[in-house]
Structure formats: C-alpha cells, structure tokens
C-alpha cells in the first residue's frame, strides 16, 4: 500500500445530546469518496479520539472500513503514551479491518530519539498493522528528528510519516527518505502545496472535511509541479487555513461543519467555536461552498 494525494483526518460528529452522530459520519464519509479523497483517518486528533470510548472508536471504524473498501485506505489513530497500549491498540484495529495505523510520537512522556526508535519498531514488529509515522510536537511535546525518521523508514513495517511541523527545512530534510515503500506527506494545511511541490507524496488534511474537492484539486496540481495554478488555489484556500487555526483543532472545523449539518459540537473539555468568529464561520461556510464548485468544474 502507498499513500498519497489527499488524505482526511475526519472529524467525528456528535449529537445534540452528545451520542455519536452515525447519519452524520455516513454522510461525511460518501462526500469524501464523491469528492476523490484518496484515503481516510478514522480517530486521529482531529477526530477527538482522545474523547471517545472504546465501543465508540471501534463503531467508527467499522462504518469506516464497511464504506471505503475496496475505494480508498481507511487509517486508524491508534498512538498512546505507551508502547504495550499502543501495540494492543493496533491489534484491534487490524482486526477490525483497518488498512494502516496513524501512530503518533508518545504524547505527554517525552521519550529521547532512542526510546523513539524502540517504540516505533515495537509497535511495527507486533501490531499486526503498517504503521505510518505521525509527528506533531506541538500536540505531544516531543519532536521526532528527520534523522530518526530516516532510521525508521528502513523498517519494512513503516509505511510513511506525516509531519506536522510548517517549516521548508523540515520538510526538505524528510524528503531524502522518501522510496517508493515509505510516503511523506505533510500534516500542515497551509504549508502543504510547498511541501508536494517539492516532493512530498501527498497531505493529511483538517480542512478536507469541508473543501474534499478543492483540496484534491489542490493536491493533484502540486504534485503534478503546476506551481502557478497550485499558488493560485492555495491563496483561495488562505483565509480558510487561517480560520481552522483561529481556535484549538477541530473546533473551528466543527462550526462549519455544523453549518452543513454534519454534527452539532464538541465533547469537554472542548467547548464550541466563540461567538466572536461566528460571522466569520458564516462568511466563510458560503465563501467555500463556491470553491467546491469552482474546484469540480475545474477537474472535470
């Protein structure tokens, strides 16, 4: 399996009363596919997997695989602050049908580069899952080197990284590991397009929940080296990307999507979206569903 193009880190809809919303993530799961998304988070931090049980996870993922095999790969967030959790985390999941595990870096315990090293061949070696790398320091407090990476790209079980961090040297960096058996794709909505035009494989994406067309469109111009058009669309998508972040991730996304009809909030200790950004959560609702179409007729 080989990752690429764009990727979307769901969101997880909720109900008024705060139960999973299954409509909802039937609906957002078909729209992804309508759209040409080419694989699927199930539970990462986006998806507020850290608020949700183990009854709730596995339903997700089910509906998950259930709609997108054979279609798209489904990944499942299965990163804990432990290396035993997190290799049982993805024994469930493979037995559930996932594709691949979303591991992230071990959140809160801050290991050195070599605990690093140890728990990501760990969790490849006895998870029963192709693991993709995940580094974002600053939800976890520690920040894989490219170097290590490189170390982990060898390990047969270790299928790509996604890198969270925006900047060009990063990015560049990580690149000298890419082949053809290890992705690297960004995990930064705003940096994306510079990342794939320089080389990366593709994008895990927030903002794909609400624009899935724009940021396949965006994704295939920048990997196919169109700088100017992918210049272009990244500046149509720049008030967006700015909105996503104007708040804690998803909250803002969940406001839009709400406007959409696809959830109604957040679970504690998240709280919804301001009030002082709900015009702009309004504006840019409408502003957007233009995109989409603009983005359809143009890969039509």
């Known amino acids: 399996m080989r990752l690429f193009g764009s990727i979307t880190a769901l969101a997880t809809p909720f109900t008024a009363a705060g139960e999973l919303d299954i409509p909802a993530w039937q609906r957002l799961l078909h729209a992804q596919l309508e759209a040409g998304t080419q694989a699927v988070v199930v539970a990462g931090s986006t998806g507020e997997a850290a608020a949700l049980v183990d009854e709730e996870y596995d339903q997700l993922l089910r509906i998950a695989v259930e709609t997108c095999r054979g279609r798209v790969p489904v990944l499942a967030g299965t990163g804990q602050s432990n290396t035993a959790k997190t290799i049982r985390f993805n024994r469930r999941v493979a037995a559930l049908g996932a594709d691949a595990a979303l591991v992230v870096t071990p959140p809160y315990v801050r290991p050195t580069q070599n605990g690093l090293l140890a728990h990501f061949r760990a969790v490849a070696d006895e998870g029963g899952l192709p693991v993709v790398l995940y580094n974002v320091p600053g939800r976890t407090g520690c920040d894989m080197l490219p170097e290590t990476t490189g170390a982990l790209a060898a390990h047969p079980g270790i299928i790509g990284v996604k890198e969270a961090r925006p900047e060009a040297e990063r990015m560049q960096a990580l690149l000298a590991f890419r082949s053809e058996e290890f992705s690297v794709l960004s995990g930064d909505d705003p940096t994306a397009a510079r990342a794939m035009l320089a080389g990366a494989d593709g994008l895990v994406s927030v ?9 396949r469109r965006l994704c295939d111009l920048a990997r196919g080296g169109d700088a100017a058009a992918a210049a272009a669309l990244n500046a149509a998508l720049a008030e967006l990307f700015r909105f996503l972040s104007i708040e804690p991730n998803p ?11 696809i959830g109604h909030g957040l679970r504690l200790p998240l709280q919804p979206l301001s009030s002082a950004h709900s015009a702009q959560a309004e504006r840019l609702h409408a502003a957007i569903s233009e995109l989409e179409q603009r983005s359809r007729v143009a890969a039509a």
Do not use: H, R, T, Y
């Not at 903002?207 to 940021?215: E, F, G, W």
């Not at 909250?251 to 009809?261: C, E, F, M, R, V």
């Open 207 to 215: 903002a794909s929940n609400v624009v899935p067309q724009a940021m």
């Open 251 to 261: 909250i803002p996304l969940k406001a839009l999507l709400a406007l959409d009809g």
